[in-house]
């Protein structure tokens, strides 16, 4: 398999006399290990020959010939290979979530569509047509399966003519009775309400498909989590392709508006499923929250008010919990909600219009502070603590630290210069940030900060400047900070000049130095 990426410019010599034949052969074991590696192979090859084609573009615009060149060894080779995967795809175990040949097959056939495109259809529409409506299980997964993994090759509008007419069939293999297939399904039309979305925003498919979706969201994890994902997909793509009579009014309406609480509240109870950990179910549905939010029209305004209360409400409701005993193993998931809900509450902040914000956001910042305070606690002990029901797992308090840095930083956006009431209180924990470089996450998002406060209050920020400039550039001198901090550091100079104006003008001595050394030095 190592051979593709080390030695593909002089495999012609081998392709059609060994490598094509041992390949061949191994795919078509009945030992996974041995059609694994002859699916890996392939998969290679589209993958070096897709970076060629990339390459050579480039090359082409620039005006110059590349230097390497594709031998086409997928495009000759397609014919033959395709139908070999497409019968492979019919492997997979019903209840068995590890990597195996089905799994490959579909990826591998995925890397095939990006390199042949258009050509990949007619080795492929064939076996959907053939097995999406077959009494066999296995292939009727196969066929969606197979669907799923060219809708990143052939053009959307090649891919519109085609599938158009059966729609209708796929959506209603959402009833399908084997949990493989329904899994299949949600995987595949997220793909589509991401590569060929006009196909799902007919008011035919759309509405029965919403239906499907909402009664997804209660099937098992598995499947569950790909509905989440598609919920995402579908509500980004009737955004995207909403009209305004006014680009630069916001939106008044739109397709989705008659649905909008019924979505959200299914969302919601989603994400209070017994087994939202299974398959990451919890955080693909807050994910499909933050999108629903994200891409809201002004009809939906007062869903987005109440989703508000209800997040602080499951903020304040884990900061209680959070105090309390509990296995490292529950601390680990209440941390990992409480990053969730802050995230959540970016999302939701950013829409929330001005004079409502004034009500809510003494409340807001309160919680913050709290999982700021709590995660600044938690952190420093988790290595000295030890628990009684000897559960060791170390818990990852940065995601929360980070998410609740960032909702600080949204709230700033929000609130403009009523934010400075805050800041007597938030100083502390910004500074300590500032100079946590052994969790760069938390450390680049401080940084963040600091633009999205000094944005916020303007000229009034020229108060703070003095203590965070020189943080600021004893970090850039520190060998300890993550070198993918820096380059946010010197872009932050830009907003804090942009803020305070000409009060910048003493520190540019120290920032040109810095930039001197950084440019001569070592660091990047």
Known sequence: VEIVHLYYDYMESYMARALFGITN????????????????????????EYDLAVI????????????????????????????????????????????????????????????????????????????????????????????????????????????????????????????PVQDSVAFCIGKICEMVPKLVLNDQIFNDLLQKLLKGLTAPPRVATNVCWTIKSLVEAVFEYSETEDESEPLQTYQLSPHFNTIMSGLLNTTNREDGLEHNLRSAAYEAIMALINCSADDCYDCVCK???????????????????????????????????????????KKIKPEHVVHMSDKVMEALLTMLQNSQNNNKNNNNETNNSNDDDEIAYGGVHEDALLAVGTLAETAKDRFEIYMGAFLPFLTRALTNYEEADVNKAAVGVIGDISRALGSGFEKYVDNLMQILLQSLQSAD???????????????????????????LPFVFESLRELFFGDFF
């Open 25 to 48: 052969a191994a795919m078509q074991s009945k030992h996974n290990e041995v059609c694994l590696q002859g699916i890996e192979f392939w998969s290679n090859v589209c993958d070096e």
């Open 56 to 179: 050579a573009s480039e090359s082409w615009n620039k005006g110059v010939p590349p230097e390497r060149v594709s031998k086409y060894y997928s495009k000759g080779a397609q014919k033959y290979i395709i139908p070999i995967l497409c019968q492979i795809l019919t492997r997979q175990e019903e209840f068995d979530d590890d990597w195996g040949p089905s799994g490959a097959a579909a990826v591998c056939i995925g890397l095939f569509a990006q390199v042949t495109e258009d050509e990949i259809l007619d080795l492929v529409l064939p076996f959907i047509s053939e097995n999406i409506t077959s009494e066999n299980w296995r292939f009727r997964d196969a066929a969606v399966q197979a669907l799923g993994s060219i809708l990143d090759g052939p053009t959307p509008e090649t891919l519109e003519s085609l599938l158009e007419p059966g729609m209708t069939t796929l959506v209603k293999l959402f009833d399908d009775p084997s949990i």
């Open 307 to 349: 989703t508000t209360e209800e997040i602080m409400r499951r903020i304040d409701q884990f900061i209680s919990l959070a105090n309390g005993k509990m296995s490292n193993t529950d601390r680990s998931d209440v941390v990992n909600i409480q990053s969730l809900l802050c995230a959540t509450l970016s999302s939701v902040l």
């Open 481 to 507: 900070l993550n070198q993918s901090v820096r380059p946010h550091i010197l872009n932050l100079f830009g907003d804090i000049a942009m803020a305070i104006q000409q009060g910048f003008v003493r520190f």
